[in-house]
Nanobody, 127 residues
Framework: VQLQASGGGLVQSGGSLTLSCEAS???????IGWFRQAPGKEREPISC?????????YYIDSAKGRFTISGARGQNTVSLEMKDLRPEDTAVYYC?????????????????????WGNGTQVTVSS
């Protein structure tokens, strides 16, 4: 399983970015989620898409209405469109899958089940 995240960058407050997560080596109907980790903070879940029906879920109140996740079943790319970016959105963004069809993505640290992470992509929002 490989996940490759891209699309991060430096934008001004109010700007937009679209992150992409390219997946390979797994069932392309598995759910994929986005997480982020700001300096000095724990990694937090942002959103997840259940690709069997395209349903998107958002776990940060500030993301609702500004972020849109998309990812059709059978496609190898999941996107996170981010609008009206704020300095507090500055973080490293990661995509992940736990090889199940449902959301949210469970972070497994041991045992039979695994969570696969993509490389991080830096998003920096200047004020």
């Amino acid at each position: 399983v490989q996940l490759q995240a891209s699309g991060g960058g430096l934008v001004q407050s109010g700007g937009s970015l679209t992150l992409s997560c390219e997946a390979s080596g797994l069932d392309l109907d598995y759910a994929i989620g986005w997480f982020r980790q700001a300096p000095g903070k724990e990694r937090e879940p942002i959103s997840c898409v259940r690709r069997t029906d395209g349903s998107g879920y958002y776990y940060i109140d500030s993301a609702k209405g500004r972020f849109t996740i998309s990812g059709a079943r059978g496609q190898n790319t999941v996107s996170l469109e981010m609008k009206d970016l704020r300095p507090e959105d500055t973080a490293v963004y990661y995509c992940a899958t736990d090889e199940t069809f449902g959301c949210p993505i469970t972070i497994h640290t041991s045992g039979v089940w695994r969570t696969y992470w993509g490389n991080g992509t830096q998003v920096t929002v200047s004020s």
